[in-house]
C-alpha cells in the first residue's frame, strides 16, 4: 500500500449476465482525503461502493485497509462496517417510526438492558456537535428528508469509521445544511478520516474535495488531483468527447418564443393546497417552460402537486385554456392533459417490480382503464419506441426497473409521460442524482418538447439549470410566491435576493 493510504482497491471486477460492471479498476484513498467518485449513471460507481461494503462480492481484485496487513475479503455491509468502512445512501436507509437517537444506535444497544436514558444524552451531545436541529427523542419519520440525511450521517461518525462513504449526501439539503455538512466533512478530514464522496454536483465536487476519480463504462478514466483538472475536462472525461452542451442549450433558451398575451394553457387563481402553502396564482402558455424555484421546503414542490391534485385542494380556481375545470385527483389532471414526475422517482415514480414496459405503459394504461388492457403486441411497441427515443440503457423492456440506474428509471417515468402525450408537462427535479450526460439529455428534451408546442413546469435544485432551462421563474419563499422574474431579472444574484428576502412584485 501506498504510504499514506488507507484503502486500496487493485484490479476490481465485477460481472452481471450480460453486463460488465466493473473491469480492472483501481481506486486508492488516503487519509484526510475528500476523495469525489465521477461518472455518469452506469459507470461504476455505485458497484463499485457496494463491492467495497460487501453488498456484491468482487469477481476479481484486491481490497486493501490500513492495519490489515494483507488484503480482506469483505462478505457483508456489517463485515465493512467491522472494518471501519460506514456508507450513507442518497436513499434514506434509517427507520422511520424509531426516535432520532435509536436510528443513531440501533444493533449497537444491549437490548432491555440499553440504557435509554445515557443514549439519548449521547446522542443529543453528538447532535448538537454537528449543528442537526433535532431532539433525540422526535420520532425520524416526522423529521424532513434533510435532517434524515443528516441523522445517517451523525450515526455514521459515530462509528469511529476510517472510510467514510457519503453516497449523494447533499441531493436533498438546501445551501446551509450543505455547508454544514462540508465543515463536517473537513473536521474529519483533519482528524485523518478518508471520504469517499459521490455526486453529481460539479460545483460542490471543487468545493469541498482533494482529487477525483473517474469511471466510464466500468472502467477507470483516471486519478486527478483537483487543482489540475478544469471542470470542462472533467466533463469531458466523464462523457468521453468533446462538446459543450450547455452552450448549446442556452442559445435555444434564449431563442425560445412565447406568446404570453394568448390565452395560457393553465391558470391557477388562488390555488390554496392542505400543505401549508399560502394560496397563490399561476399560469402557464403553450410552448413556455416556466419553473418554481426557492430554498428546500419553500413550497415548490407543494405547489406543483397541488396544481396535479397529487395533493388535496382546498380553494382556488383552475383553466384549462379559459374554461374553469375542477382537478380533484391526478386523474382528473390526466385527462386534461396534464402529466407530472415526482420529486421522488423511488418513492412516488417507479413501481420497482414491475417491467421497463409496464412502467413505460403505467400512465396510458390508467386514462385507458385497466379493464381494457393493451396487447403485448402494443405494449412492446411503445416501450421499443420510447426505449429508443430516450437512450434507455436496459437489457430488454422485460428488465425489472428497480435494475437499471437512477438516470435510466428517470427516463422511462419520462416516457410514460410522454407516451401519455400530454399538453402540459411538470417535471419536479428530474436530473436529481443523475448524470451530466443525462442531465443535457433532458435539457434538450425539455426545450424540444416546448419547441413542439407542449408547455413544461421545470423544477431543479440547481440554479443555473434553471436559468439555462426556463423563460421565466416564479419564486418561492416559506410555501409563498415572493416573486416572479423573467428576461434580464433572470440570474442568479436576483433570484438570490428574491428568495433572501426581496418581493419582485
Not at 394 to 402: E, L, V, Y
Amino acid at each position: 500500500m501506498e504510504k499514506d493510504a488507507v484503502l486500496e482497491m487493485r484490479g476490481i471486477c465485477k460481472y452481471f449476465p450480460g453486463v460488465r460492471a466493473l473491469e480492472q479498476v483501481d481506486f486508492t484513498l488516503r487519509e484526510g482525503e475528500i476523495h469525489a467518485l465521477m461518472g455518469e449513471n452506469g459507470a461504476g460507481k455505485s458497484t463499485l461502493i457496494k463491492v467495497l461494503t460487501g453488498v456484491y462480492p468482487k469477481d476479481g481484485g484486491t481490497v486493501w485497509l490500513k492495519g490489515t496487513g494483507s488484503a480482506i475479503h469483505i462478505k457483508s455491509p456489517q463485515d465493512a462496517q467491522s472494518h471501519g468502512i460506514a456508507t450513507v445512501y442518497q436513499e434514506i436507509t434509517l427507520c422511520p417510526n424509531l426516535t432520532v437517537a435509536e436510528n443513531m444506535y440501533i444493533a449497537r444497544t444491549k437490548g432491555a438492558f440499553t440504557n435509554w436514558k445515557k443514549i439519548n444524552q449521547d446522542a443529543g451531545k453528538l447532535l448538537d456537535e454537528l449543528g442537526i436541529p433535532v431532539n433525540p427523542a422526535e420520532q425520524l419519520g416526522n423529521c424532513s428528508i434533510a435532517v434524515q440525511q443528516m441523522v445517517a450521517i451523525a450515526r455514521a461518525v459515530d462509528m469511529d469509521c476510517k472510510v467514510l462513504i457519503l453516497d449523494e449526501p447533499t441531493s436533498s439539503l438546501d445551501e446551509q445544511e450543505v455547508q454544514k455538512l462540508f465543515k463536517l466533512m473537513r473536521d474529519l478530514k483533519a482528524k485523518g478520516v478518508g471520504i469517499i464522496f459521490v455526486t453529481h454536483f460539479l460545483e460542490q465536487v471543487y468545493e469541498v474535495c482533494d482529487r477525483i476519480t473517474v469511471l466510464r463504462d466500468g472502467q477507470l478514466v483516471g486519478e486527478y488531483i483537483i487543482e489540475e483538472l478544469p471542470r470542462v475536462q472533467l466533463v469531458s472525461k466523464m462523457l468521453g468527447k468533446d462538446f459543450d452542451d450547455m452552450a448549446e442549450i442556452k442559445s435555444d433558451a434564449d431563442a425560445e418564443k412565447v406568446d404570453y398575451n394568448g390565452t395560457p394553457v393553465y391558470q391557477a387563481i388562488n390555488l390554496t393546497g392542505t400543505t401549508g402553502i399560502k394560496p397563490f396564482d399561476f399560469e402557464i402558455h403553450k410552448g413556455e417552460v416556466n419553473g418554481f424555484t426557492g430554498l428546500l421546503g419553500s413550497g415548490r414542490s407543494e405547489s406543483v402537486r397541488a396544481i396535479f391534485g397529487a395533493d388535496r385542494v382546498v380553494g382556488g380556481k383552475v383553466m384549462i385554456d379559459g374554461k374553469e375545470v375542477k382537478i380533484r385527483k391526478p386523474l382528473d389532471a390526466m385527462k386534461h392533459g396534464i402529466s407530472y414526475l415526482p420529486e421522488d422517482r423511488k418513492l412516488d415514480g417507479i413501481v420497482g417490480d414491475l417491467s421497463v414496459r409496464d412502467n413505460i405503459i403505467l400512465a396510458l394504461q390508467v386514462m385507458k382503464g385497466f379493464f381494457k388492457p393493451f396487447s403485448r403486441a402494443q405494449a412492446e411497441a411503445f416501450a421499443d419506441e420510447y426505449i429508443k427515443l430516450l437512450n434507455i440503457k436496459t437489457a430488454s423492456s422485460d428488465t425489472p426497473i428497480k435494475s437499471l440506474s437512477g438516470g435510466n428509471q428517470q427516463k422511462v417515468i419520462l416516457a410514460r409521460w410522454l407516451l401519455a402525450n400530454p399538453v402540459y408537462l411538470i417535471l419536479d427535479e428530474p436530473t436529481r442524482g443523475i448524470d451530466v450526460g443525462t442531465k443535457v439529455e433532458i435539457q434538450k428534451l425539455v426545450l424540444k418538447l416546448a419547441a413542439e408546442g407542449k408547455s413544461v413546469t421545470f423544477i431543479s435544485s440547481e440554479i443555473d439549470e434553471m436559468i439555462r432551462t426556463c423563460s421565466r421563474l416564479v419564486v418561492m419563499r416559506d410555501g409563498k410566491v415572493v416573486g416572479e422574474l423573467k428576461g434580464n431579472d433572470l440570474n442568479q444574484n436576483k433570484i438570490m435576493a428574491t428568495i433572501a428576502g426581496g418581493e419582485s412584485k
